[in-house]
């Protein structure tokens, strides 16, 4: 499996920043402090092995450790799988991001990892058009075979087969509870509509017309899709929600 980005995105502001800031606190903090943790406790243990005259025992202490090796061993070989996803959909995220910037010359307003109840919403654009929530799905490229996807309008097909966690349902339910939070929160109408992207995958987007609810696109083409639609809220309401939006999330940190 290959990643299907074809090229890093930017970087976001202070990255370089905060990618010091993690360094340092690994290179400079955690480690140093775990390998003086070892040597205080081998030290105690010697202590204590000299006070209470205790034998050397090589054969527990060597079950002991490659027990713990084991099991450690295993962790931390679900957590490099897990950070090669994590690294992945970090850099689907940053590149979908910075596509739905371009919006911001059309006079939209962009947000982006919106905190939910133990969800999160990757992207929401507040276009005159009307509201779109975009979530992104990273998904990696197979070493042969197409990589083509295509939208029925209910499902994502690959291979003809749906994927195995339906992103139409997910971004539904993100639409329904974003448009549930701005019309509490503004007392207005809220025209919400989802979109799904697959960075690096042509997507068979015959399906995505201006009536349906949710959209499957390839982030290269939502600009584009968005800029097209009719206008259905004015700028002020695009400022009003704009302000509602921002309100929210502002609580939420």
């Known amino acids: 499996m290959k990643s299907p980005l074809k090229a890093k995105p930017l970087n976001n502001p202070a990255e370089s920043l905060q990618k010091r800031l993690s360094d340092l606190a690994m290179d400079e903090v955690f480690f140093p402090l ?20 205790v ?18 061993g295993f962790k931390i070989f679900r957590a490099f799988k897990e950070i090669k996803r994590l690294k992945q959909g970090i850099a689907g995220e940053k590149a ?16 982006h990892d919106i905190q939910g109840d133990n969800f999160n919403l990757d992207h929401v654009v507040i276009h005159r058009s009307g509201i779109y929530v975009v979530e992104t799905k990273t998904m990696s490229k197979p070493a042969k075979g197409k990589t083509e996807l295509v939208f029925d309008g209910s499902d994502v097909l690959h291979n003809g087969k749906p994927l195995a966690r339906n992103p139409v349902i997910q971004v539904s339910a993100a639409s329904a509870w974003l448009r549930e939070l701005l019309e509490d929160s503004s007392g207005r109408k809220v025209p919400v509509k989802g979109i799904v992207t697959f960075p690096g995958w042509y997507i068979d987007s015959s399906h995505n017309t201006s009536k349906n609810n949710i959209w499957v696109l390839n982030p290269k083409a939502i600009p584009s899709f968005i800029g097209k639609q009719n206008q259905m809220i004015s700028m002020e309401d695009v400022n009003l929600f704009k302000f509602h939006l921002g309100k929210y999330v502002r609580a939420e940190y």
């Open 34 to 53: 775990i390998v003086s943790m070892l040597f205080f406790c081998f030290a105690v243990y010697e202590w204590m092995r000299w006070y209470f005259e």
């Open 55 to 72: 034998p050397p025992s090589p054969v527990v202490w060597s079950i002991i450790s490659l027990s713990v090796l084991v099991f450690y």
């Open 96 to 111: 979908v991001g910075q596509f739905l910037e371009r919006l911001r010359t059309d006079g939209a307003e962009v947000f």
